[in-house]
T-cell receptor, first 116, second 113 residues
Framework: AQSVTQLDSQVPVFEEAPVELRCNYS??????LFWYVQYPNQGLQLLLK??????LVKGINGFEAEFNKSQTSFHLRKPSVHISDTAEYFC??????????????FGTGTLLAVQP | EPEVTQTPSHQVTQMGQEVILRCVPI?????FYWYRQILGQKVEFLVS????????KSEIFDDQFSVERPDGSNFTLKIRSTKLEDSAMYFC???????????FGSGTRLTVV
């Protein structure tokens, strides 16, 4: 089955501490992988994406993610979080069907709660 | 930077009424999508649209839903007879040649009362 799994529904962390948000994808999902951030009452903003090439991808706001094919993972990391990073983070993968037509499927989201 | 524009940002409607949610995708994009997010839940795929026809739809996208690209720039989602459980944030997205990411609009919050 096509799926993207986020193992943690909520991750509490203190300000300036490092954080890792976990994401695993099923083998039937392509290796076009994305992380989106959603601030309260706002839309989805692309943080970063992996399409090919270097397995370490850098995104906006100091976030980075590492693609690991053998573990089918695409975990998101930040070495030092700020209060303003408090938001819902969604991992997503592209599924292809019928030529170039495709869609994104999302994980259930991880709420990053940064505490002072 | 090009944006996907959605209108209205918030719509309240009575159960049983028809609603049309509007989107203006990025002009040179070829693939168009609607997603839904019920409050506090995951983002769910509804439908994809390519070459003026639906390319895939989810089980959520039943006969009450339809999409249209009436004039080459707008992309609309119609719900014919809204139900309470249709209350959600609806996101429009567009994508280019399939090699890059999707751009999402800021969403329309639909409240069915």
């Amino acid at each position: 089955a096509q799926s993207v799994t986020q193992l943690d529904s909520q991750v509490p962390v203190f300000e300036e501490a490092p954080v890792e948000l976990r994401c695993n994808y099923s083998s039937s999902v392509s290796v076009y992988l994305f992380w989106y951030v959603q601030y309260p009452n706002q839309g989805l903003q692309l943080l970063l994406k992996y399409l090919s090439g270097s397995t370490l991808v850098k995104g906006i706001n100091g976030f980075e993610a590492e693609f690991n094919k053998s573990q089918t993972s695409f975990h998101l990391r930040k070495p030092s979080v700020h209060i303003s990073d408090t938001a819902e983070y969604f991992c997503a993968g592209r599924v292809f069907y019928g030529g170039a037509t495709n869609k994104l499927i999302f994980g259930t989201g991880t709420l990053l709660a940064v505490q002072p | 930077e090009p944006e996907v524009t959605q209108t209205p940002s918030h719509q309240v409607t009575q159960m049983g009424q028809e609603v049309i949610l509007r989107c203006v995708p990025i002009s040179n994009h070829l693939y168009f999508y609607w997603y839904r997010q019920i409050l506090g839940q995951k983002v769910e795929f509804l439908v994809s649209f390519y070459n003026n026809e639906i390319s895939e739809k989810s089980e959520i996208f039943d006969d009450q839903f339809s999409v249209e690209r009436p004039d080459g720039s707008n992309f609309t989602l119609k719900i014919r007879s809204t139900k309470l459980e249709d209350s959600a944030m609806y996101f429009c997205a567009s994508s280019g040649d399939g090699s890059y990411g999707y751009t999402f609009g800021s969403g329309t919050r639909l409240t069915v009362v």
